[in-house]
T-cell receptor
Framework: DAMVIQNPRYQVTQFGKPVTLSCSQT?????MYWYQQKSSQAPKLLFH???????NEADTPDNFQSRRPNTSFCFLDIRSPGLGDAAMYLC???????????????FGPGTRLTVL | AQSVSQHNHHVILSEAASLELGCNYS??????LFWYVQYPGQHLQLLLK??????LVKGIKGFEAEFIKSKFSFNLRKPSVQWSDTAEYFC?????????FGTGTRLQVFP
């Protein structure tokens, strides 16, 4: 089945120790998103890739970076995790036409990050 | 500010009760609206979506939603809930290229 896969499902890191979360998709979608979701809150968009074009949200901290080496994979790098970065990180994909922003987003299961 | 708001943060029902979860959006222009469900320990799944056409949208698992433009609303309904509907429900809408989520409604259904 076509899907969005996130690894690992659970990640524990130490305060200040860099961590990388990965997302892969078999849907061949051209747009990939990273969201942060804290307990009992709505998912918050961090950034997204439209093809190879990176789009950062204005309020995403510099501590968060992303890479998309190819269509199928996207990575979230947290350079120096703080206690406040503990959250569920969701990856999503969609198929967008030029100037899109309208199609359904398909979500992965998420990676729960714990910062000690 | 452009936003999507959900009125009910926590809803508790007995099985077979009817459900209506409120959702309002605060922006104009082209409106594309979604309801997502997140079952315990699982990922966000699409329940239904509205882009255009018939304002009454049917989704999976017996859910439906009605888009009422005059009220800026997109409420989710189900005539008879089941224990398995226990989950978190998120309303979301696109404004330009960004999907905006409501804060979610936690539904608990007791047998």
């Amino acid at each position: 089945d076509a899907m969005v896969i996130q690894n690992p499902r659970y990640q524990v890191t130490q305060f200040g120790k860099p961590v990388t979360l990965s997302c892969s998709q078999t849907l061949n979608h051209n747009v990939m998103y990273w969201y942060q979701q804290k307990s009992s809150q709505a998912p918050k968009l961090l950034f997204h890739y439209y093809d190879k074009d990176f789009n950062n949200e204005a309020d995403t901290p510099d501590n968060f970076q992303s890479r998309r080496p190819n269509t199928s994979f996207c990575f979230l790098d947290i350079r120096s995790p703080g206690l406040g970065d503990a959250a569920m990180y969701l990856c999503a994909t969609s198929r967008e036409e030029q100037g899109g922003g309208t199609d359904t987003q398909y979500f992965g299961p998420g990676t729960r990050l714990t910062v000690l | 500010a452009q936003s999507v708001s959900q009125h009910n943060h926590h809803v508790i029902l007995s099985e077979a009760a009817s459900l209506e979860l409120g959702c309002n959006y605060s922006y104009g222009g082209t409106v594309n609206l979604f309801w997502y469900v997140q079952y315990p320990g699982q990922h966000l799944q699409l329940l239904l979506k509205y882009f255009s056409g018939d304002p009454l949208v049917k989704g999976i698992k017996g859910f439906e939603a009605e888009f009422i433009k005059s009220k800026f609303s997109f409420n989710l309904r189900k005539p008879s809930v089941q224990w398995s509907d226990t989950a978190e429900y998120f309303c979301a809408g696109y404004n330009t290229d960004k999907l905006i989520f409501g804060t979610g409604t936690r539904l608990q259904v007791f047998p």
